[in-house]
């Protein structure tokens, strides 16, 4: 479906004093630039999913995000390249519905459903989804981000065999979708770290768990697996989802200024920053390599400045992704 994809990502260390005071080598996997607006492991987790809904030939999805989700934007291009029928459930019937990202959404073609939090929070039980199916026959279920076993066979190939040498892997955790398919993938000499998005991640590790479980159960790995050894970092979130306080946007420009690479506010910034904290505080032993992987949600930046434009802060590089989503139709 696309010809232009950067697969495998490119690597690179960086250079940022908290690593470097610490002894501490660290290198990032910039997935973030597999495809202009499908980056990251928003392709990693719908390429399967796209897979199955032509396998079935079915005529499109349904699926589900927030007004500024990384996952709509992405599935709604990728979508649109695959000549899919789109419905995008929308959380919140008062949120700005002209935005970059649901403005992208709708000129890639993506119908747009908005239903109230109340209604969204009841995205994954049998009436609400037997509703919304009813009112767009012929579409299949991606749910949202992708979580789901499909998404998690996705992204058991973010791991690169070129990635050696290295003794942990760091990966911010929305859904566990992305961690668990690290879990099924990396060598099992290699320690896994995920840093939480939300506030209360606990409940992840079971997820994690269930997904191990499913993949076991689906033959995509064997009965004997026995995954590496992983921990989930919870207290990081910076308030919640999609929270941010200025310690963190200031530590994102910091971040830009001396490595050149661009963070999100969502999910990598909050990862970096809980990587660099525990470098200060000696978490690492000397000589440590981590790798640390970019999952993209760039074009959330110019929303989240939006929310800020009355702070006395904000990302500074929000300009250097400005043109990601405009639509071109090719």
């Known amino acids: 479906m696309l010809n232009n994809l950067k697969i495998p990502s490119r690597t690179h260390e960086i250079i940022f004093p908290a690593f470097r005071q610490a002894s501490v080598r660290v290198f990032i996997k910039r997935e973030d630039e597999i495809h202009r607006a499908i980056s990251g492991n928003k392709w990693r987790k719908l390429k ?7 396998a079935a030939n079915q005529n499109g999805f349904i699926t589900f995000g927030g007004a500024f989700s990384n996952h709509i934007a992405a599935a709604a291009y990728a979508g649109y390249l695959a000549k899919m029928q789109m419905v995008g459930v929308i959380r919140g019937e008062d949120v700005d519905d002209k935005n970059q990202t649901l403005a992208f959404a709708r000129k890639c073609g993506m119908q747009l459903h908005f239903v109230s939090r109340s209604e969204y929070a009841q995205k994954n ?21 992708g979580a789901n076993i499909l998404g998690v066979k996705g992204c058991t190939e973010i791991w690169d065999e070129d990635d050696n040498e290295i003794d942990m892997v760091a990966c911010p955790i929305g859904t566990a979708t992305t961690f668990s398919g690290l879990v099924l993938s990396v060598p099992k000499n290699v320690a896994l770290m995920g840093f939480t998005a939300l506030k209360g991640g606990n409940y992840l590790r079971d997820d994690v768990h269930n997904f191990v479980q499913q993949a076991i159960n689906g033959k995509l790995v064997p009965s004997t697996f026995s995954p590496p050894l992983w921990e989930l970092e919870v207290n990081n979130h910076f308030g919640g989802f999609g929270k941010v306080k200025p310690e963190l946007i200031g530590f994102m420009n910091d971040f830009y200024d001396k490595t050149g690479v661009p963070l999100d506010p969502v999910y990598t910034a909050k990862m970096m920053f809980g990587l660099a904290e525990k470098a200060n505080n000696g978490a690492f032993k000397k000589g440590t ?5 970019h999952t993209g949600g760039l074009q959330g930046i110019k929303g989240m400045n939006k929310r800020l434009k009355n702070k006395n802060y904000k990302i500074e590089y929000e300009k250097i992704i400005a043109d990601t989503f405009s639509f071109t139709g090719n």
């Open 48 to 54: 399967y999913n796209l897979e199955a809904i032509k």
């Open 125 to 145: 039980t049998a009436d609400f989804l037997q509703k919304i199916c009813a009112q767009h026959s012929g579409l299949a279920v991606v749910p949202e981000g």
């Open 289 to 293: 390599r981590i790798l640390a992987i």
